[in-house]
């Protein structure tokens, strides 16, 4: 039997939840077994989505953010450490293969999950990586361009291949001559299956929080206190928080919130958070890449709230890429949230849902 291996970057639950529908089409080759590999809470949750399928608890890459820095320069400092990381996950790679017999390799940013001999592909959506600084860009994404063309097959991008109906803008198109780039188009998690989805009354925002800590709790704490506003709530109905976090209690956050109208959750599994997404008439969550896959099919129906996390600037250019292209998108800094979420949510009395 051929065995394939399917490793997930633990960087909040984005990577993971992707990784998803990718699972499940191999799972759909019967002559062929799923090894699941990664790392923290992407491991878990993968686990918790699949109990049956055996799975290999890879080094994490552990990585810092520093309070005052952008990511990439926080990564910057660690890279010597990362580098190591990524040496020893494919040195380990090397020693389960002797064992395992890999057929296929798919590795979502896990950059030593490769294997010469082996076909081994990427999942990845910065081919090109932002730092926002054009000289620094050039660089960085000429080494990283090297190191993809020279350790993977193929690169499977999930966007659509035409420019112009891009999710992703510059991260994921541009001249890549040698480079082999695969557009399998958006990934979600939630839409695998047909779900029996009952309509509910009333204005509802959902707030979709996620992200990787201290930056998710602090996001968490910043929206929970603007949406307990009395001026907010004469307006809305019900507002439904999900923190995005694998495991933990349903309940609601009673010491942080006092209304009755804000229904908090802690952990939505897939089924839940479509009904959330398409009963709400405003939806607010970070700009990461798998967040936005989730939320593309309701983009033309919805009122719209980016909040990049502060210092990503990945996540910075797709919001205000976003909101330049879609005019249901308005994005805000994490900084001004407690000033202009309010006056947006108001400004969307006329929106219409599904």
Known sequence: MERTLIASLNWGLGHAT???????????????????????????FLLNRFPDIPFIDLPDYQIRYHKNFPVWLSIVFQFPRIVKTVYNEHRSLKALNKQLQFSKIISDNRYG??????????????????????LID?????????????????????????EQTSL??????????????????PLSHLNQKEVSIPKKEGKRIFVLISGNEPKRTRFEKRVLK????????????????????????????????KSSKIQYHAFMNADELAAELTN???????????????????????????????????????????AEKNPNVVWIPEYQVSKKLIV?????SELVRL
Not at 116 to 134: A, C, D, E, F, Y
Not at 172 to 179: I, S
Not at 305 to 322: D, R
């Open 226 to 257: 603007v949406m307990d506003n009395e001026e907010l709530l004469n307006e809305i109905d019900t507002i439904v928080v999900a923190g995005g976090k694998v495991g933990k209690s349903k309940k609601s956050k009673k010491n942080q919130v």
């Open 113 to 134: 999950i490769w294997l010469q001999g082996v076909p081994s592909n990427m999942l990845i959506h910065q081919v090109n990586i932002s730092t926002k600084w054009r």
């Open 138 to 162: 050039r660089v960085v994404n000429g080494i990283h361009q090297k190191y993809l063309r020279e350790y993977f097959d193929e690169l499977w991008v999930p966007d659509f291949k035409e």
């Open 168 to 185: 992703g803008g510059y991260l994921t198109h541009g001249h890549f001559p040698h480079l082999k780039i695969n557009y399998i188009g």
């Open 280 to 322: 709400s008439d405003i939806i607010i969550c970070r700009s990461g890449y798998s967040s936005l896959m989730d939320i593309y099919p309701f983009l033309k129906q919805k009122k719209i709230i980016l909040i990049p996390t502060p210092g990503q600037t990945e996540q910075e250019y797709l919001a205000e890429y976003w």
């Open 344 to 348: 947006n949510i108001s400004d969307s």
């Open 18 to 44: 992707r990784c998803v529908p990718i699972i499940e089409k191999e799972l759909e080759n019967k002559n062929q077994e799923v090894i699941i590999a990664s790392s923290g809470v992407a491991l878990e």
